[in-house]
């Protein structure tokens, strides 16, 4: 099967309120280039200087969103263009990132990552930790983010029951949160709280069913890695 009929196939069964990311992290640029030519445009990296060195070669209308794990040291370099970063998991980060996006006059959307999986090692804050740092005086201040919604990640298994009640913890965090939404406003407010990013390769028909509206796939589109 060829990049484009993947990418075709998926289109055509995801709902029309599901925001498809296509996972490119590793691929080469030929490979995205037909993603790109088959209508793509938003593609998802998970290392900072990948992104960067694809986003120096490839078409300016591309949307870059960020979904893996972010150093705040290495903020600076995507700044400049990120459309969306996913794995926001700390308020240092979150100062990081308001910090770099005044710094580039711009206003950087970010999706806060909470921590579903059962898996010690997978990134995330869990609710107290969401609470106190939508709570926080610094959180409050800040004028150049904007808190579009949520993202996770299900445990690594083929217990679909197990993933179905994690992708389901996340909708009901999610749905208190907007509930509550303009108690919990920074300075560049939440009003555009409504994304829920889970579902990838493996799971994103549950994720869908659970209420994702954001999948993140990658091998499916572009094969193996
Ligand atoms: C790699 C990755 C994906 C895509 O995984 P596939 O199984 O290839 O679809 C989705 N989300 C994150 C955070 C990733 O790192």
Same mark, same amino acid.
């Given at each position: 099967m060829s990049i484009t009929s993947n990418l075709n196939t998926i289109k055509a069964s995801l709902p029309e309120h599901v925001t498809l990311v296509?996972?490119?992290?590793?691929?080469p640029v030929l490979d995205l280039m037909q993603a790109y030519e088959a209508g793509q445009r938003i593609f998802g990296e998970n290392k900072i200087q990948e992104m960067t060195d694809k986003w120096e070669e490839m078409p300016k209308d591309i949307q870059w969103h960020m979904i893996g794990h972010v150093q705040s040291n290495k903020v600076k370099f995507m700044a400049p263009f990120v459309?969306?970063? +996913?794995?926001?998991?700390?308020l240092k980060l979150l100062q990081e990132i308001n910090k770099q996006a005044s710094k580039n006059n711009r206003i950087i959307d970010c999706l806060l990552q909470i +921590?579903?999986? $059962? $898996? $010690?090692t997978k990134f995330g804050l869990d609710e107290n930790e969401l609470n106190e740092l939508l709570s926080s005086s610094e959180f409050k201040e800040m004028k150049n983010i904007r808190i579009l919604g949520l993202m996770g990640m299900a445990t690594f298994t083929e217990d679909q029951n197990q993933i179905k009640k994690e992708f389901t913890h996340l909708k009901s965090i999610f749905n208190s949160l907007h509930q509550r939404k303009s108690a919990l406003q920074c300075a560049s407010t939440i009003d555009n709280f409504s994304t829920i990013s889970m579902g990838m390769s493996g799971d994103y028909q549950l994720a869908i069913e659970c209420g994702s509206t954001m999948v993140r796939i990658g091998s499916s589109i572009f094969g193996g890695r």
């Open positions: 296509a996972v490119s992290k590793t691929k459309s969306l970063i +996913h794995g926001v998991d700390s +921590h579903i999986a $059962e $898996e $010690e």
